[in-house]
C-alpha cells in the first residue's frame, strides 16, 4: 500500500543540515510515495535567491513537494508558539487535501504539530526524536533541571512517546533508556534505531599515504560546548612522551585562539600542531592525512541518545578512533566492531593504556577494511533509508 507522508522539520533546507540530514534521506525515500515537505527556513538563508533557487529544484527534481515556511527568533517563546500555530494550520491543509497517511517529526517542535495534526486526522505519526532534547538543555547548561521549561518539555516528551505509532531513535542506548520510562511499562512503541548517517560517497579512503612525516593524531570540528577538549590536549600531550615526531591535525572553525591557549596550558610545542580551517567538502582530504581520530564527548545523561556523525565520518575513511563510554552507542561500536578504543576514564593510567591501545590498532593492515565495512553497516546512508522505507511500510499496512 502507499505510504504519502507529511514530513516536518523545524530546521531549514537551506541550512547544511537540512540538506544532509533530511534531503538525503527523503530524496530517496519520495520514489514510489508522495512526500510533502514543511521546513521553517530563516530569513538569512531564504534572502540568498542563487541557493534557495538551486535547493528548491533539487527537491522538485526527486519528486518532493516542498512548503517552506518563515522560521521566527524573537521573541522567543512568542515566535515559537506563532510557527507551531501555522506549521499546524498548513501541515492540516496538506493532510486533508491530499489524504496524507503518515505524519513525521524531526525532533521536539516538529512533534507538537504532528502530535496536534494526528489527534485531529487520525494521521500516523512518527516521532523521529534526535535524541533527549530537553535533558540536553539542562546538561548544556541551558536550563535549570528544576526550573519550568524542562518539565514542560518533557511533559511534552511524554505526550510524544505515548501517542506515536512509531519512534525512531538515534541510539540503541536510548532505546534502552526509554524501556526505564515508568510510563512507557505497558505502552512501549514500536520503535527502530536509525544513526546519524555520513555520506560514505564522500568520505571513503583515499590513495593519500599516510604516515610519511610519522604518526598523525587528528581532531576534526567544535572543541567546546559537548567536547572535552582538555582531555583530548592531554592525550596528545602523553603521545607526545612516547613518539616525540607524532603530529597533530586540527581542522576546526572560529575557535582557533581558544584552542591554541589549551594546547600551550600543557606545554605542547607549535611544531607538534597544524591548526586549519576547512569547508566540509574539503573535511575528507584532510582526514586522509591522519592516522587515527580523537574526540571526547561529556558522558551526560542526554549524551545516551547521541551518535556523533564524526565517527561515522572517520570509520568511513577507514580511521580508527580514541573516543570515550557513556555517549551512545559509540564505545560498542568501537570496542566490539575492533575499530577504536573507548577510555571509561581520562586519568593518566587511562590515557596511556587507551594510547597503547589504538597505535596497536593502527598498526593492524586489516584496521581500514574493518572501519570502512563498520561505516557502511552502521552509518550508510543506504541503510538508513531501508530502515525508514520499512517504517512508512509497517505504518501504511495498517488501517
Known sequence: MKSDVLYISYDGMLEPLGQSQVLAYLKHLAAGRSIHLISFEKLEDWSD????ERVARDIADAGIIWHPLRYHKRPSALATSWDIAVGIASGLSLVLRHRLRIV?????????????IKRMTGAAFVFDMRGFWADERVDGGLWPREGRMFRVAKGFEKRFLLAADHVVSLT??????MKRFPYLATRMPPMTVIPTCADLGRFKPTSTQRGSGGFVLG?????????????????FAQL????????????????????????????????????????????????????????????????????????AEFLGCGIPCLGNAGVGDMAEVLEGERVGVALEAFDQASLVNGLERLLELVADPDVSARCVSTARRHFSLDEGVVRYGNVYRQLAAVE
Open 49 to 52: 535567491s542563487v541557493a534557495r
Open 104 to 116: 513525521h517529526a524531526r525532533s521536539y517542535v516538529a512533534s507538537v504539530m504532528a502530535l496536534a
Open 172 to 177: 540503541h542506548a536510548a532505546v534502552h533508556e
Open 219 to 235: 581532531y576534526v570540528g567544535s572543541a567546546g560546548t559537548w567536547y572535552l577538549f582538555d582531555e583530548v590536549v592531554a592525550c
Open 240 to 311: 607526545l612522551r612516547s613518539r616525540p615526531e607524532a603530529r597533530f591535525l586540527i581542522v576546526n572553525r572560529g575557535e582557533h585562539a581558544y584552542i591554541r591557549d589549551r594546547l600551550a596550558a600543557v606545554g605542547v610545542p607549535n611544531g607538534s600542531v597544524e591548526l586549519t580551517t576547512a569547508t566540509h567538502s574539503e573535511v575528507p582530504l584532510q582526514m586522509a592525512r591522519m592516522d587515527a581520530g580523537i574526540f571526547f564527548i561529556k558522558p551526560v545523561f542526554s549524551k545516551q541518545a547521541s551518535a556523533p556523525t564524526k565517527l
